[in-house]
């Protein structure tokens, strides 16, 4: 939100008489006093509130691996930062701030040329798609599914949408017709995600209600949440037992 903002002041377009106004404003002339004191004002918002947030947090996720053996207490403070991605991924949040401020600067570069803007943004979210496969940050392997769909979805969305004002009426169904399906299916994957939560939080309560009447042990095992059962505690320890194995073989070794 910030980042759009702040960028407003930078998009102008220009008019057939050869004047230009800002998008959002059509009476504020562009290079005018007015318009001068919105670039400062956007400018101002975008080195302190966008440039300077993203900076503070790439530097914490920076520093954060030091932070976790001698000031946990700064670990904290970034939290939301880090809490909802893998141990691993830490430093993914970066990457999902990012994302939202080069969507926004893709209208400034390319105001009057609507199909560069969507060539930008396609590759703004082929990007980030591509980082999301590669990497699968979220700690649920549902999550990570729902946020590879939405994206393509997305993605697909984007590379339909019609740029060309000379369009016909049967085109510009077909492409209304394309976005209302993937509107539609995204909005079933985000039922599904609420469904999957709500069935998994049923569950626990269930099972923790059988379990205060002498029932079997709390599995903790979010079946839906984690795409299948997660390995057997015994069959991780005796892997991990191996593994120990194997690398006092290499010590003893290196020590012969």
């Avoid at 759009?4 to 998008?23: F, K, R, T, V």
């Avoid at 401020?101 to 560069?116: M, N």
């Avoid at 980082?131 to 769909?149: A, E, S």
């Avoid at 939560?197 to 599995?219: D, I, K």
Wanted: contains cysteine.
């Amino acid at each position: 939100t910030m980042s759009a903002l702040s960028l407003q002041p930078l998009m102008c377009y220009e008019h057939p008489n050869g004047q230009h106004s800002l998008l959002k404003h059509a009476g504020v002339f562009c290079r005018s006093e007015e318009h001068v004191w919105m670039i400062v004002g956007g400018m101002a918002v975008l080195l302190f509130l966008v440039v300077g947030f993203l900076g503070t947090c790439a530097w914490a996720a920076w520093h954060i691996p030091r932070w976790s053996l001698i000031r946990p207490d700064r670990i904290r403070a970034f939290a939301f930062l880090i809490s909802r991605f893998r141990m691993d991924r830490w430093w993914y949040g970066v990457l999902v701030l990012l994302r939202g401020p080069l969507l926004s600067l893709c209208p400034v570069l390319a105001t009057d040329f609507p199909l560069a803007q969507a060539a930008m943004i396609a590759g703004v979210l082929v990007s980030s798609l591509l980082l999301h496969m590669r990497y699968t940050p979220w700690k649920m392997p549902l999550v990570n599914l729902v946020d590879g769909c939405l994206q393509a979805m997305l993605l697909l969305v984007v590379a339909i949408t019609p740029v060309d004002p000379g369009s016909t009426n049967a085109t510009d169904d077909f492409h209304q017709g394309i976005a209302l399906v993937m509107l539609s299916s995204m909005a079933l994957v985000f039922f599904f995600l609420a469904f999957s939560v709500a069935f998994t939080l049923l569950y626990q309560v269930v099972e923790w209600a059988t379990h205060r009447r002498g029932g079997p042990p709390l599995t903790q095992d979010f079946v839906l949440l984690n795409l299948g059962r997660r390995p057997r505690s015994a069959a991780a320890v005796e892997l991990i037992k191996e593994v120990s194995a194997r690398l006092l073989d290499l010590e003893s070794a290196k020590a012969s």
